[in-house]
């Protein structure tokens, strides 16, 4: 189709939809109901902290090439900190002991042959047993797969599956955490250097897509929130914005960027998951120096990932169906306590700090849920679907949304 392309949704997959086309020439016209773009993957000023935050954390790798493509696309490559070495810092809070988990150069793990350089306690067939992911079948979940227990399990596995999935492993889908590990860990440690954005997600991902689509002659409307898609047969015909009705020509297309209960809503014919789970941040002004570094997993601990940006500490809980209930000062007084164990900051009092709830942060990644991905072609013929809940073949993670996008980007032009 050559027409005008109409997005619904600003969020990643929207975005990334828009700059694909706008970078092979088409027109294209964006549409999200709020007040700006990013969807869930923003970053927003706090007025208790004085800063901006982003309002979630994440932590991305050299191999994810999507990302990168994107990034070098809008011009904003430059706006990730890398890490020198691929390498992977740990803790166990409840004993203290810290180890780091460094990927080999080449794609054979030459160093899991030794006790020295394995995760502490854990054997090569703990190891072996990851393998099992490859041919893991459609019901499998990661306890089944991995065993469910033992040190690598307790150590590495699990905190690895719950962050990636933002699903409890005894109920996540193995055949999810396949794909991550063969494009990442599979390609040894140059698919491996941890990514974190230097200022924030809006700054990296957001405001320059915005800028890019622009300039290329795209347009963005925000606050303009779709009421209902008219169809006929097999084709979209109509927008209903409320005070505006935007007819869809016969060369023109539509890609539905939004999330699944929304896509659900608008078109009920569309299949989408609809059991999620909330991931829970904490962000924490730091008022003394803390230990230098810039992310750590955590064991031992209800949180996954700690992140360090200046003074500012940003903590994980991934899968927080237990957490999310609980009040924001009950949930602050025990992530600083982990944080001041994670930085070595002893009795430092906690100062000004933000708890950020995210009750429906992704589906929930479950084998029963996988089933209701619905894929980007449609049965209406000019429109696609895009979205980290769409069968992107990835888990809800950025990687996976800007594929989406890409992907409905290739059936609409």
């Known amino acids: 189709m050559t027409g ?11 975005l990334s939809a828009a700059v694909c086309l706008t970078q092979r020439g088409a027109s294209v016209v964006v549409h999200d109901a709020a007040g700006q773009g990013g969807g869930r993957c923003r970053s927003y000023y706090d007025v208790a902290l004085g800063c901006r935050i982003d309002n979630g954390n994440h932590l ?17 490559e430059d706006t990730l900190v890398r890490s020198d070495e691929a390498e992977f810092p740990f803790l166990d809070i409840s004993t203290g002991q810290r180890w780091s988990v460094t990927p080999d150069k080449g794609i054979i793990p030459w160093s899991l042959f030794s006790a020295d350089t394995r995760v502490p306690g854990s054997s090569l067939n703990e190891y072996l047993r990851g393998l099992s992911l490859a041919w893991a079948g459609p019901n499998k979940t ?15 596995w699990d905190p690895l599956a719950v962050s990636v999935l933002n699903t409890e492993s005894e109920n996540a889908s193995a055949q999810l955490l396949w794909p991550v590990l063969r494009e990442t860990f599979g390609r040894g440690s140059a698919a491996c250097v941890p990514m974190i954005v230097r200022d924030g997600l809006s700054e990296s991902f957001v405001d320059p ?10 347009s963005i409307h925000f606050n303009h929130r779709l009421r209902a898609v008219n169809y006929k047969n097999d084709h979209v015909t109509s927008l209903d914005f409320g005070n505006e009705q935007i007819a869809i020509e016969p060369d023109d297309s539509v890609i539905l960027a939004v999330p699944p209960s929304v896509a659900h809503t608008l078109m009920p014919e569309i299949v989408t998951p609809d059991a999620f789970r909330p991931i829970v941040n904490g962000h924490f002004r730091v ?28 903590i994980t809980v991934s899968a927080a169906t237990d957490l999310v209930a609980q009040s924001n000062s009950d ?16 009795d430092c009092l906690m100062g000004e700090h ?47 949304t800007i594929r989406s996008g890409n992907t409905a980007a290739s059936f609409v032009f």
Request: a neutral charge.
């Open 60 to 76: 991305m790798l050299s191999g994810n090439h999507a990302i990168l493509d994107y990034l070098k696309t809008i011009g904003s």
């Open 354 to 400: 933000r708890i950020v709830k995210e009750k429906r942060a992704t589906f929930a990644q479950t084998p029963e849920q996988l089933l209701k991905r619905s894929g980007a072609k449609t049965q209406w013929k000019n429109l696609a679907l895009a979205g980290d809940w769409t069968a992107t073949g990835l888990p809800a993670t950025i990687e996976g």
């Open 142 to 156: 990661i306890s089944q797969c991995l065993g469910g227990d033992g040190p690598l399990f307790d150590n590495f």
């Open 209 to 218: 897509a915005v800028a890019y689509v622009s300039n290329l002659g795209g």
């Open 287 to 314: 008022p003394k120096k803390s230990k230098d570094v810039s992310f750590m997993g955590l064991v031992g601990s209800i949180a996954h990932w700690l992140f360090v940006r200046g003074d500012m500490v940003s």
């Open 331 to 346: 949930i602050a007084d025990c992530l600083w306590s982990d944080i001041c164990i994670a930085l070595d900051l002893g």
């Open 4 to 14: 005008t392309v109409h997005i619904i949704g600003a969020g990643l997959a929207g």
